[in-house]
């Protein structure tokens, strides 16, 4: 089933997008199944099952942290943490760059539409945010992350992930090495990769509900 289910979509996307498989409802025995299969990327947005998982891989998995990062968590992380995909406090940065053990690429999270959405800066907000972190050694912006507003409106997804390819386009302009997007999920990832995704999020339609 998971096999089947990645492969579908390997097939669909292509070979250029990177597919995080998002195990966060999933145990280690069907985490190491998606393994098998040929899954590379893994996404967990919990402290815990990040540290599960990244146990359980082998070393040529990556873990991609997903999910809402406290600074004072990433002390218990930072030694397995390669991909951070939500930083948006610079109080995060901070302990990245203490903690001085390798860079992390990171994704700065964007709020593109959604206004109830607690998560991410600001469209306008996101450049000033990679110009404080320019000279950091530890924390690598390597591109921008957003999630689309639950809705069966099409056209507002379309408009989010369009939002963040412009954006991405404008910073690149200014900070050449912010080149990746990482959105779409289960529900919209066609139209993500339609909109210049690099890096998708997939949960259900990979692991089953
Ligand atoms: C859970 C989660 C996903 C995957 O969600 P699905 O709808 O199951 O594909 C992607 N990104 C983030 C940040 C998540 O928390």
């Given at each position: 089933?998971?096999?089947e289910?990645?492969?579908?979509?390997?097939?669909?996307?292509?070979?250029?997008?990177?597919i995080?498989?998002?195990?966060?409802?999933?145990?280690?025995?069907?985490?190491?199944?998606?393994?098998?299969a040929?899954?590379?990327?893994?996404g967990?947005?919990?402290?815990?099952?990040?540290?599960?998982?990244?146990?359980?891989?082998?070393?040529?998995?990556?873990v991609?942290?997903?999910?809402t990062?406290?600074?004072?968590?990433?002390?218990?992380?930072?030694?397995?943490?390669h991909?951070?995909?939500?930083?948006?406090?610079?109080?995060?940065?901070k302990?990245?760059?203490?903690?001085?053990?390798?860079?992390?690429?990171?994704?700065?999270?964007?709020?593109?539409?959604?206004?109830?959405?607690?998560?991410?800066?600001?469209?306008?907000?996101?450049?000033a945010?990679?110009?404080?972190?320019?000279?950091?050694?530890?924390?690598?912006?390597?591109?921008?992350?957003?999630?689309?507003?639950?809705?069966?409106?099409?056209?507002?997804?379309?408009?989010?992930?369009?939002?963040?390819?412009?954006?991405?386009?404008?910073?690149?302009?200014?900070?050449?090495?912010?080149?990746?997007?990482s959105?779409?999920?289960?529900?919209?990832?066609?139209?993500?990769?339609?909109?210049?995704?690099?890096?998708?999020?997939?949960?259900?339609?990979?692991?089953?509900?």
């Open positions: 089933m998971i096999k289910n990645y492969e579908q979509i390997k097939n669909e996307v292509g070979e250029d997008i990177n995080i498989a998002v195990t966060k409802y999933h145990t280690v025995e069907e985490t190491l199944k998606a393994y098998e040929g899954v590379r990327h893994f967990e947005n919990r402290i815990e099952g990040f540290i599960e998982k990244r146990a359980a891989l082998p070393d040529d998995a990556e991609h942290f997903i999910g990062m406290q600074s004072r968590k990433v002390k218990d992380v930072i030694g397995e943490l991909y951070l995909h939500s930083l948006e406090r610079e109080s995060v940065a302990k990245i760059e203490q903690a001085g053990q390798h860079v992390v690429n990171c994704f700065i999270q964007v709020n593109v539409s959604d206004e109830s959405s607690k998560h991410g800066l600001k469209p306008d907000e996101v450049e945010f990679i110009g404080k972190l320019k000279d950091y050694k530890y924390v690598k912006v390597i591109g921008l992350m957003t999630m689309a507003p639950h809705t069966e409106d099409s056209s507002i997804i379309e408009n989010t992930f369009e939002g963040l390819k412009e954006l991405r386009d404008e910073i690149a302009a200014v900070y050449p090495d912010v080149t990746e997007l959105m779409g999920m289960s529900n919209d990832y066609p139209i993500a990769v339609k909109h210049g995704a690099s890096y998708i999020r997939i949960g259900s339609k990979i692991m089953g509900s």
